[in-house]
């Protein structure tokens, strides 16, 4: 079945360090791919996607390509700050119709320190 | 973004009561709504897809008995954890789908179950 591999945490970086979170997938057929963030005491929020090969996802100075030769999809910011610590989920989905499930990987946990 | 919300936020019970926990999109109708359990340092595990007018349905090795799930109105599923034990005490998370938004799933902030 399908399955998003993701890196253990906990993550613990000083402000302004380069962040990279590694991100696996399997999965047969072209998923579409997300990198969700839950800040702490609240909702999974979606941070960025990509819906096909090479597409590169951004928002909010994050960013994730779409590898499918490496079945990758690695979350990266150039210098993080300390409103960036929360857990970061990957996942994919499948199908269209009534079939819009999500895949999460176990997600990794982001400290940043000022 | 849509907003979903869940009530109650955390729950206590005892063992072999019932538990009904429900999830709101206040800003869009729903026409599926997910049901998630989260284990402490574990993936989001989907429990069941909700469809409003019709049964849910369960992923493979999830009760349907024990986790009766509703969708009653196109902002509203309830998943009732029935004849709770320690072992369903668990971190419960919903979403609903805004066919409105490419489909985008908005995540509810989640209820915290503790069954003694």
């Known amino acids: 079945g399908d399955s998003v591999t993701q890196m253990e945490g906990p993550v613990t970086l000083s402000e302004e360090a380069f962040l990279t979170i590694n991100c696996t997938y399997t999965?047969?057929?072209?998923?579409?791919l997300f990198w969700y963030v839950q800040y702490p005491g609240e909702g999974l929020q979606l941070l960025l996607k990509?819906?096909?090969?090479?597409d590169k996802g951004s928002n909010k100075g994050f960013e994730a390509t779409y590898r499918k030769e490496t079945t990758s999809f690695h979350l990266e910011k150039g210098s993080v700050q300390v409103s960036d610590s929360a857990v970061y989920f990957c996942?994919?989905?499948?199908?269209?119709?009534?079939?819009?499930?999500?895949?999460f990987g176990k997600g990794t946990l982001l400290t940043v320190n000022p | 973004g849509a907003v979903v919300s869940q009530h109650p936020s955390w729950v206590i019970c005892k063992s072999g009561t019932s538990v009904k926990i429900e999830c709101r999109s206040l800003?869009?109708?729903?026409?599926?709504m997910f049901w998630y359990r989260q284990f402490p340092k574990q993936s989001l595990m989907l429990m069941a897809t909700?469809?409003?007018?019709?049964?849910?349905?369960?992923e493979q090795g999830v009760e349907k008995d024990k986790f009766l799930i509703n969708h009653a109105s196109l902002t509203l599923s309830t998943l009732t954890v029935t004849s709770a034990h320690p072992e369903d005490s668990s971190f419960y998370i919903c979403?609903?789908?805004?066919?409105?938004?490419?489909?985008?799933?908005?995540f509810g902030p989640g209820t915290r179950l503790t069954v003694l």
């Open positions: 909700s469809n409003e007018g019709s049964k849910a349905t369960y």
């Open positions: 979403s609903a789908r805004d066919q409105g938004q490419n489909d985008e799933q908005f």
């Open positions: 996942a994919l989905r499948k199908g269209g119709g009534s079939n819009y499930k999500l895949t």
């Open positions: 800003d869009f109708q729903a026409t599926t």
């Open positions: 990509a819906t096909k090969a090479d």
């Open positions: 999965a047969t057929g072209y998923p579409s």
